[in-house]
């Protein structure tokens, strides 16, 4: 279900080495922080020195880097609703941001001239999730082992991505064609807005701002808690991958998808597996390979193989794993990285959602085409997902028209400068071709750089944002990492 490049060099990558300093609280209001902020009772958690600001001045992505003035180390929910109140009401109120763990990839986390708040607190001590009736309240990330077995409806790929973060943006992974993003499956939240208010939301109760801070980037208010919904969790997994070289079966198969639930991994096949995949490639004359990857939980029996399916005749690979490596698998390619080297680099992502209705035009003129005689190291991963999971009330936007779109994310390594900015060029030239072809794709992780063009994105929805916005967070503190919104809000014309 993917075209796979393996990480073929060992490069020295110069990054950002941090080494955690002794925090210590400042005393001076720096730069254009007001200096009645630091004799509040957060003041002792606030930290304005380079260490803890240089921490808070990138992501993961590595593309844009801003530093803020301060980085606010929560012990609370209460201290950021605290600093939100402080900002608000300053005669000049500075911006806010909630720090996860830095796996934006274009600056939302920053928050230059402001204050950085790192949330990671939130998940730990009384436990980052109670389990209740097959529901969980999650400070921080989806729980792993321990006790009954559940696990929630959707997992992201990725597990160690901040709750709130996740639900910011939609969470989506390998069991979201079945059961929608992880935004679907959300009960209540617990939010702080823009003017410091502690707000619990549901579908029933103060539901506009519940709405409204799923998918919301940010924009609304910072999620404190999260009730989710949770199923039954199986002990094994058989997890397959199954290779095409023909995009239209891959395509046709992939809607097949009652049979699989499962995410993508690199580090699934065995050096003679990749030999024997490399002799389907250079058979068909294509360096594209397409996978189906699939996994089916069980107890105790595994589950017999697919059939009536069309991949490349003996061209399935198995393996069986426990669940829970199932579903940490991408951090064991992490590691790989890491080891590498090739972890800390600049990654030009790009994620669009495709009407189902487009994908092979897609295919045809970025993969066949704009690819062609490109060899980027990184993963490109293809999956459809069904429409009616995703919640039209919520802030996500999914292509118009289909009922069906494919979440395709290129995500690349950029192993030197040459890479970023090929890399970069090639980005707008898929997207220049979407436009041109009149593809009506939505950008995933969206980054935007002006109204103009968040307009465009969220479409319909975009007059609702603005009201949203004018309530919960009049003052444009929150997220101005995702360049949405400045001082002041003004109502749509
Ligand atoms: C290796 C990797 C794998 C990934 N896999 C997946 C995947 O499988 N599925 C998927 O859907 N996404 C995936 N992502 C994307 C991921 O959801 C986003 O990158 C997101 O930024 C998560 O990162 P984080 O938790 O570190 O949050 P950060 O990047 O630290 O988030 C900061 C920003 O998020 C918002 N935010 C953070 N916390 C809160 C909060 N509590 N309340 C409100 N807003 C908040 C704010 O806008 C803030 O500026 C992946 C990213 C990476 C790097």
Redesign the pocket.
Known sequence: MARTRFVGLLVLTIFLCLVAGQLRPSVAAPGGLPRDLFSLGIASRICTDRNSTAKAST???HMVQAAPEAVLHLATPADIAELIRFSASSPAPFPV?????????RG????PGGV?VD?RA?GRGRGAVRRRRRRAAVGR?PPRGAGARARPAV????L??????????????GQ?FRHG??IASVHELD?ITGTGEMVTCSGAKNSDLFFA?LG????F????RARIGFEPALKRVRWVRLAYSNVANFTKDRLKRTLFEG?KSTQFFLGADITKLAGLASRFGSSTIYYIEGAMYYNEDAPALVDQLNFEPGFVFAKDVTYEQFLDH?CEE?MVLRSAGVWDVT?P?L?LFIPWSRILDFDAGVFKCIFRDANPAGLILMYPMNKDRWDDQMTTVTPTNDDVFYNV?L?WLALSANDVDQLHRDNKTELAFCEKSGIEYKQ??PHRTSQDRWLRHFGVKWSRIIDLKMKYDPQAI?????RMFSLPVEAAS
């Not at 919301?216 to 924009?219: A, D, N, R, S, T």
């Not at 208010?221 to 404190?224: A, E, Q, R």
Request: net charge neutral; hydrophobic share 40%; charged share 10%.
């Open positions: 992501d993961f992505g941001a909630p720090l996860g763990k830095g796996h934006s990839g939302q986390t920053l928050a950085v949330m939130l990330r997992c992201t790929d990725y160690h991505l901040t709750v709130g973060r996740t639900l910011s943006n939609a969470g989506i992974g979201a993003p992880q939010v801070v919301g980037l940010g924009q208010g910072v999620i404190t995410p991408v992490e990654h992502w994620n994310a995500l995933y992780l929150l997220s101005p990492g995702q």
